[in-house]
Structure formats: C-alpha cells, structure tokens
C-alpha cells in the first residue's frame, strides 16, 4: 500500500520561502512521475507541479516561475521548493500522482500572511 507523507508547511510572511517533502513508501516512485498539489476550503485540488521520472517539470501558470519541483530518488522523496510566496498561496499541499492518484496523505498546511 502506498504512503505519502508531506511535511514542511508553516506560516511564512509574503515573499518567504518554503520547502515542502514528500516521502514515498510502498511503491518505487523513482519509476512514476510525481506531483504537488494544494487545496483549499470550498475549492477543489489544484495541480501546482508535476515531474516526470525523467526529470522534466510542468507548472501550474499560478506557480511558474515561483515554485520548483524536484525528486532525489534515492530518498523516494519529492520536494517543493516555493519562493516569492504570496497569501493566495495559502492552502493544504499534498503529493501524489499526477491525475491518476493513490490514496491522499495528511498534507502540510502552508499559511502566507500579507
């Protein structure tokens, strides 16, 4: 069965930074592309980013440029690097799959205060 556990959120001034991990258990993620998503009350999951196995990264416009996912496959971990971080960026952030996802983890609750 697989796990995903996120961890790093925090409450973080506009502008800050954070960085998210997500640690994968019970299925070889190096092998499968990963994302990040994040949602919040009364809206649905929003797709932020995504990567591929390979390496390659695609962007919610919302994030471009702002945010960087990345993957250290040796760890089954994937991160999300957020810069430049703004209040509507405050939102729950999980990881999965992209669009054909396992069960959901906790999430990281991530606050931007203005």
């Known amino acids: 069965q697989v796990q995903l556990v996120e961890s790093g959120g925090g409450l973080v001034q506009a502008g800050g930074s954070l960085r998210l991990s997500c640690i994968v258990s019970?299925?070889?993620?190096?092998?499968?592309?990963m994302a990040w998503y994040r949602q919040t009350p009364g809206k649905q999951r929003e797709l932020v980013a995504s990567?591929?196995?390979?390496?390659?990264?695609n962007y919610a416009d919302s994030v471009k440029g702002r945010f960087a996912i990345s993957r250290d496959n040796a760890k089954s971990t994937v991160y999300l690097q957020m810069n430049s971080l703004k209040p509507e960026d405050t939102a729950v952030y999980y990881c999965?799959?992209?669009?054909?996802?396992?069960?959901w983890g906790q999430g990281t609750q991530v606050t931007v205060s203005s």
């Open positions: 999965n799959r992209p669009y054909i996802t396992w069960q």
């Open positions: 019970g299925t070889n993620s190096g092998a499968r592309a």
């Open positions: 990567i591929t196995s390979g390496g390659n990264t």
